[in-house]
């Protein structure tokens, strides 16, 4: 940094890593936790060049689940790879007296982070949302990741709520998935946040621009290039981790356009043998025929793509 920069960094490595997913929860064909397969795939995620998981953020269907089944997947979780890991749960609400219940559970399992999305639905004020993160912080212990994604809460987090909130000792991250550059840049540039790309297609141009790492959900499929992206645009190699970006568009396609990411993500872990099932809770049903076949066809059109496939 030099003199002149208006802040310092704090630190020169990420507080949870570079590569993380936002697991899924494996169910069983009946629809319950399968302890076994939620471990197993921790473990997968971790032996594949993985830092973190994110356990019960949207694509984990917290949502669909009881606050005990969220601590039994903490608890699961931190258990199987916490030594190898940051486990960071996710505990937001749009209900800040419900996020700080599921806070206490996570901090009681010992996790490393706490993702706290936006409130979504109620839509409060910029006052509102600043007051609910703030609420949070002072109450825990543990690092907190916001997680910013207008696109399913209905609001962004501004650049001066941003501000604000940097200087808690607790706040420490963000997972943004708004893919607004001109303000994401205005916060680098003006507080030590550290970035997380919250879009699986927008890893290198974020990495580009300053973001540490990646929180993704197509990186449960290929987590093997999304390291060596992450790895090669950080040592300044840009032809490899263009052609990186490129070799994982059809990837990226597959999860995240076809269907909700959680059920992309289980189809295609079970056409890799990583899943039994694709069980996922209502309102998401599994991919119909035509979906799938779409997924497939995506995967199936590049060479790479399709070497993921059993």
Same mark, same amino acid.
């Given at each position: 940094m030099s003199e002149t920069s208006p802040h310092t960094v704090k630190a020169t490595e990420p507080v949870f890593g570079r590569l993380l997913t936002a697991m899924v929860t494996p169910f069983t064909a009946n629809g319950e936790i399968d302890e076994a397969a939620t471990a197993g795939l921790a473990q997968n995620l971790v032996d594949?060049?993985?830092? @973190?998981?994110?356990?019960?953020?949207?694509? @984990?269907?917290?949502?669909?689940?009881?606050?005990?089944?969220?601590?039994?997947?903490?608890?699961?979780? =931190?258990?199987?790879?916490?030594?190898?890991? =940051?486990?960071?749960?996710?505990v937001g609400s749009n209900d800040t007296a419900h996020t700080?219940?599921?806070?206490? &559970?996570?901090?009681?399992?010992?996790?490393? @982070?706490?993702?706290?999305?936006? !409130?979504?639905?109620?839509? !409060?004020?910029?006052? @509102?949302?600043?007051?609910?993160?703030?609420?949070?912080?002072?109450?825990? =212990?543990?690092?907190?990741?916001?997680?910013?994604?207008?696109? &399913?809460?209905?609001?962004?987090?501004?650049?001066?709520?941003? &501000?604000?909130?940097?200087?808690?000792?607790?706040?420490?991250?963000? =997972?943004?998935?708004?893919?607004?550059?001109?303000?994401?840049?205005?916060?680098?540039?003006?507080?030590?946040?550290?970035y997380y790309s919250g879009d699986d297609g927008l890893t290198l141009p974020w990495i580009a621009m300053g973001a540490v790492g990646l929180v993704g959900v197509t990186s449960h499929l290929a987590p093997e290039l999304f390291r060596k992206l992450i790895d090669s645009a950080l040592a300044g190699d840009l032809a490899t981790a263009q052609?990186?970006?490129?070799?994982?568009?059809?990837?990226?396609?597959?999860?995240?356009?076809?269907? !909700?990411?959680?059920?992309?993500?289980?189809?295609?872990?079970q056409w890799q043998g990583l899943l039994e099932t694709k069980t996922v809770r209502l309102p998401h049903a599994v991919a119909t025929e035509a979906e799938a076949a779409l997924m497939r066809a995506d995967l199936e059109g590049s060479v790479i793509a399709s070497s993921l496939l059993k």
């Amino acid at each position: 940094m030099s003199e002149t920069s208006p802040h310092t960094v704090k630190a020169t490595e990420p507080v949870f890593g570079r590569l993380l997913t936002a697991m899924v929860t494996p169910f069983t064909a009946n629809g319950e936790i399968d302890e076994a397969a939620t471990a197993g795939l921790a473990q997968n995620l971790v032996d594949r060049g993985h830092d @973190g998981l994110i356990v019960c953020g949207t694509t @984990g269907e917290y949502s669909t689940m009881t606050d005990e089944e969220n601590e039994r997947v903490f608890r699961i979780v =931190k258990e199987a790879v916490g030594e190898r890991a =940051k486990i960071v749960a996710g505990v937001g609400s749009n209900d800040t007296a419900h996020t700080l219940h599921l806070a206490s &559970r996570a901090e009681a399992v010992g996790v490393d @982070g706490l993702l706290v999305v936006t !409130p979504y639905y109620n839509k !409060p004020t910029q006052t @509102g949302l600043e007051a609910h993160f703030r609420t949070l912080a002072d109450a825990v =212990k543990t690092p907190v990741m916001l997680y910013d994604i207008p696109g &399913r809460a209905g609001i962004a987090i501004s650049p001066e709520v941003y &501000r604000a909130l940097a200087s808690h000792e607790n706040i420490v991250a963000v =997972k943004d998935a708004k893919a607004d550059f001109t303000a994401a840049t205005e916060v680098m540039e003006t507080t030590d946040l550290q970035y997380y790309s919250g879009d699986d297609g927008l890893t290198l141009p974020w990495i580009a621009m300053g973001a540490v790492g990646l929180v993704g959900v197509t990186s449960h499929l290929a987590p093997e290039l999304f390291r060596k992206l992450i790895d090669s645009a950080l040592a300044g190699d840009l032809a490899t981790a263009q052609q990186i970006h490129l070799d994982l568009a059809p990837i990226v396609r597959a999860a995240m356009s076809r269907v !909700p990411g959680c059920v992309a993500a289980k189809q295609i872990l079970q056409w890799q043998g990583l899943l039994e099932t694709k069980t996922v809770r209502l309102p998401h049903a599994v991919a119909t025929e035509a979906e799938a076949a779409l997924m497939r066809a995506d995967l199936e059109g590049s060479v790479i793509a399709s070497s993921l496939l059993k």
